[in-house]
């Protein structure tokens, strides 16, 4: 009868294999070679076109742009998210008229571009002068700014109606149920069982539509609201040079990439009792 | 027989042609084809729209095909280089991409005329600026339809087709892609209808499309309202052809599914 008598000495582990050069790891290095060249061009632009004067005429014109950006955005899909709730109601409802009401608004402000709806309302509602002066509505529809809070709240309340919708038909059948079955009142059913999950549900949709939002606020600048965009066009106007629509790259980056951290932090932590 | 051809689409021009709408209800209006009217203008600025989204969807497809390739791929670099690519042109404005796009490319062109020892000043063609702009960002947004649709496909299709003994590309080319058209289809639905809607800003640059047409009509014969409407109404029915044709691709791709 044999035995072993030694052990096997510990040996090193093996090498891991040498990794092959394959096509997408140069492909990889070009393309990031061409964004850090195009990174280090933006910087050298800054750098070498940096000018103490334009800084400081054109610098707190582009806050004050940010600033109308941000508080259009915000007040547009505020009142849009009031708008949307009656729209996505009567999309909901029996009544045939009354959904198809709601089903043309929402196919025609989605259909149609925003910057086509912006000019009908500010230039075509402004061809109504005398009308609307005698209806004393002349006020609103003479400044651009209030026509473009309009045209952004039809149209994103129709996006939102549409989210809405939805998130509220998405929640099943045997919630209500279950709601009936407990002797809940159909409001009280509908706040505080159907509402709360239809709403986690619309989380990301209302995040991207306020992205979309705030991309789509820059054709404001068009007809001359002084946003972020409209600044940028007017320094570019008035300087001829193309680090302004860089910065206004930059500023736009920053809110939308600012805007997406912002939510999913918030989706994180508002779903984090269905985590397992 | 280009003749030939140009004759069949004159007669059969939904707006100015013989039995188009503007020559049969707007004569006499507004819209009156010819130089009575916008007709003719407003119909061209159509064509130009269409033109525009057509030229930008094979491109933009493309790139975004290649991007979403990269995004999946098994390299940490590729994914991080698409990855900025996708970041940045989802994250800008379409406007602002499209002014980008023109007045860069013009400044890139001229010093690069430049360097090569030509001094002049050099406008590039508003409606390749438009396209390049509009297939970037269709294809930052299509690679990300693309690319749920390629995890949609299970691993087993692609070791299905190296246990048939097909190579890489074979495999792609006959079992991933035509399960990637179905999957992905509805999602490019819609980022085709949200082009439609993009190619309005190309009016900004002064291309010749349906806004910036009606736009001049507009100014010229005061009648905003009538014309803006007009534009809306165009974009509706242009968005409503569109999905009933794409509905018809999208029974068509599905036609092999049985009914579960």
């Given at each position: 009868m044999?035995y072993?008598?030694?052990?096997i000495p510990?040996q090193?582990?093996?090498?891991?294999?040498?990794?092959?050069?394959?096509?997408?790891?140069?492909a990889?290095i070009g393309?990031l070679?061409?964004?850090?060249?195009l990174a280090?061009?933006?910087?050298a632009?800054v750098v070498n076109?940096?000018?103490?004067?334009?800084f400081l005429?054109?610098g707190p014109r582009?806050?004050?742009?940010?600033?109308?950006t941000i508080?259009l955005?915000g007040?547009a899909v505020?009142f849009?998210?009031?708008?949307s709730?009656?729209?996505?109601?009567?999309r909901?409802s029996?009544?045939?008229?009354l959904?198809g009401?709601a089903?043309?608004?929402?196919?025609?402000?989605r259909s149609t571009?925003?910057?086509?709806q912006?000019f009908l309302?500010y230039?075509?509602?402004g061809?109504?002068?005398p009308?609307?002066?005698s209806?004393?509505?002349?006020?609103?529809?003479?400044?651009?700014?209030?026509c473009?809070l309009?045209?952004f709240?039809?149209?994103t309340?129709a996006?939102?109606?549409?989210?809405?919708?939805?998130a509220i038909?998405?929640?099943?059948?045997?919630?209500?149920e279950g709601?009936?079955?407990?002797g809940l009142?159909?409001q009280?059913a509908?706040a505080?069982?159907?509402?709360?999950?239809?709403?986690?549900?619309?989380?990301?949709p209302?995040?991207?539509e306020?992205v979309?939002?705030?991309?789509?606020?820059?054709?404001v600048a068009?007809?001359?609201v002084?946003?972020?965009?409209?600044?940028t066009?007017?320094?570019f106007?008035?300087?001829?040079?193309?680090?302004?629509y860089?910065?206004?790259a930059?500023?736009?980056?920053a809110?939308?990439?600012?805007?997406?951290h912002?939510?999913?932090?918030?989706e994180?932590r508002l779903?984090?009792h269905l985590k397992? | 027989?280009?003749g030939?051809f140009?004759?069949?689409?004159g007669?059969?021009d939904p707006?100015?042609g013989?039995?188009?709408?503007f020559?049969?209800?707007?004569s006499g209006?507004l819209?009156?084809?010819?130089?009575?009217g916008w007709g003719?203008e407003?119909?061209?600025?159509?064509?130009?729209?269409?033109?525009?989204?057509?030229?930008?969807?094979?491109v933009?497809?493309?790139?975004?095909?290649l991007i979403a390739l990269?995004?999946q791929?098994?390299?940490?670099l590729?994914?991080?280089?698409t990855?900025?690519?996708t970041t940045?042109f989802?994250?800008l404005p379409?406007l602002?991409t499209l002014f980008?796009v023109?007045y860069g490319?013009q400044?890139l062109?001229?010093?690069?005329?430049a360097?090569?020892?030509?001094?002049?000043r050099?406008?590039?063609?508003?409606?390749?600026?438009?396209?390049v702009?509009?297939?970037?960002?269709?294809?930052?947004?299509?690679?990300?339809?693309l690319?749920s649709a390629?995890?949609?496909i299970p691993r087993?299709?692609y070791?299905a087709?190296?246990?048939?003994?097909?190579h890489?590309?074979r495999?792609?080319r006959?079992i991933v892609?035509?399960?990637?058209?179905?999957?992905?289809?509805?999602g490019l639905t819609n980022?085709?209808?949200i082009?439609?809607?993009?190619?309005s800003y190309?009016?900004?640059?002064?291309?010749a499309d349906?806004?910036?047409q009606?736009g001049?009509?507009?100014?010229?014969?005061?009648?905003?309202?009538f014309f803006?409407?007009?534009?809306?109404?165009l974009?509706?029915?242009l968005?409503m052809i569109?999905s009933?044709?794409?509905g018809?691709?999208e029974r068509?791709a599905?036609?092999?599914?049985?009914a579960?």
């Amino acid at each position: 009868m044999s035995y072993v008598r030694e052990l096997i000495p510990p040996q090193p582990a093996p090498l891991a294999p040498a990794r092959p050069i394959t096509g997408a790891r140069i492909a990889a290095i070009g393309i990031l070679i061409l964004w850090a060249m195009l990174a280090a061009g933006l910087v050298a632009m800054v750098v070498n076109g940096w000018d103490q004067d334009k800084f400081l005429r054109y610098g707190p014109r582009y806050l004050n742009g940010l600033w109308t950006t941000i508080s259009l955005v915000g007040l547009a899909v505020v009142f849009g998210a009031l708008l949307s709730v009656p729209i996505a109601f009567a999309r909901m409802s029996k009544n045939r008229v009354l959904n198809g009401i709601a089903y043309a608004y929402v196919y025609v402000f989605r259909s149609t571009p925003l910057l086509a709806q912006l000019f009908l309302i500010y230039y075509g509602l402004g061809s109504f002068k005398p009308q609307l002066e005698s209806a004393g509505l002349w006020w609103f529809f003479r400044d651009a700014w209030y026509c473009g809070l309009l045209s952004f709240v039809l149209n994103t309340a129709a996006y939102q109606a549409e989210i809405l919708r939805g998130a509220i038909e998405s929640v099943p059948r045997g919630q209500r149920e279950g709601a009936a079955a407990l002797g809940l009142s159909k409001q009280v059913a509908f706040a505080k069982i159907i509402l709360p999950q239809a709403l986690i549900v619309a989380l990301r949709p209302y995040g991207n539509e306020l992205v979309l939002m705030m991309k789509g606020s820059a054709v404001v600048a068009i007809v001359t609201v002084y946003d972020l965009m409209g600044e940028t066009r007017y320094a570019f106007s008035r300087t001829f040079d193309y680090q302004a629509y860089l910065w206004a790259a930059i500023f736009y980056l920053a809110m939308v990439e600012t805007l997406r951290h912002v939510w999913a932090f918030l989706e994180a932590r508002l779903t984090r009792h269905l985590k397992r | 027989m280009s003749g030939f051809f140009s004759a069949l689409f004159g007669a059969l021009d939904p707006l100015c042609g013989p039995v188009g709408i503007f020559s049969l209800f707007g004569s006499g209006t507004l819209v009156a084809c010819g130089e009575a009217g916008w007709g003719d203008e407003i119909a061209f600025g159509v064509k130009v729209t269409i033109s525009l989204a057509l030229a930008t969807v094979p491109v933009g497809l493309f790139l975004g095909f290649l991007i979403a390739l990269a995004a999946q791929s098994e390299d940490k670099l590729l994914r991080l280089a698409t990855g900025i690519y996708t970041t940045i042109f989802r994250g800008l404005p379409e406007l602002l991409t499209l002014f980008i796009v023109y007045y860069g490319l013009q400044i890139l062109i001229q010093s690069v005329l430049a360097w090569l020892g030509y001094e002049g000043r050099v406008e590039i063609n508003a409606f390749l600026a438009g396209m390049v702009a509009l297939a970037v960002v269709f294809s930052s947004y299509s690679s990300e339809v693309l690319l749920s649709a390629f995890r949609a496909i299970p691993r087993g299709q692609y070791e299905a087709g190296d246990a048939l003994g097909l190579h890489r590309g074979r495999t792609m080319r006959l079992i991933v892609l035509p399960q990637l058209i179905r999957i992905a289809l509805p999602g490019l639905t819609n980022l085709w209808l949200i082009l439609l809607k993009d190619t309005s800003y190309v009016s900004v640059i002064g291309l010749a499309d349906i806004v910036r047409q009606t736009g001049i009509a507009a100014r010229v014969s005061k009648e905003a309202f009538f014309f803006y409407f007009i534009a809306c109404l165009l974009y509706l029915i242009l968005a409503m052809i569109s999905s009933f044709g794409l509905g018809f691709v999208e029974r068509w791709a599905k036609r092999a599914e049985t009914a579960r």
